[in-house]
């Protein structure tokens, strides 16, 4: 399987471009952000799609995380850097206010890494 983002492709890590794939298609997103895919009713399986989506790639959950965890770092960072800079779309997502969602995703993901790994 095969998935490319062209928006702001870049090169970088196989785990990297994983993890960013679950960021949005698990989705690993705040609750309100997945009600509008049709996703985070309870029970919603969220560990299950990050299981298989990993699965299918090879990939381990654990590692998954991990790599989403520094990438939303890295990402808050380039918006506050390059946005300060004027540099598009950063200075866009700084003007809209990403840096707080981003974050908050962050810790969401970490308070519920040991469900989204299955272990609850």
Known sequence: MCVIDWDLAIP???LDDLAQLAWYSVPLRLPDRQRRVGHGAAGDPLARRL????EVFGENSADVLDALTR????ETDRIARLGRLG????ATFLRQNFIPDI??????????????LGHS
Request: charged residues 45%; glycine residues 6%; hydrophobic residues 40%.
């Open 12 to 14: 970088g890590e196989a």
């Open 51 to 54: 299981r298989l989506l990993c």
């Open 71 to 74: 990438l939303q770092r890295e």
């Open 103 to 116: 974050e908050e995703e962050r810790a969401g993901a970490l308070a519920r890494r040991e469900e989204l």
């Open 87 to 90: 540099a598009d779309p950063w």
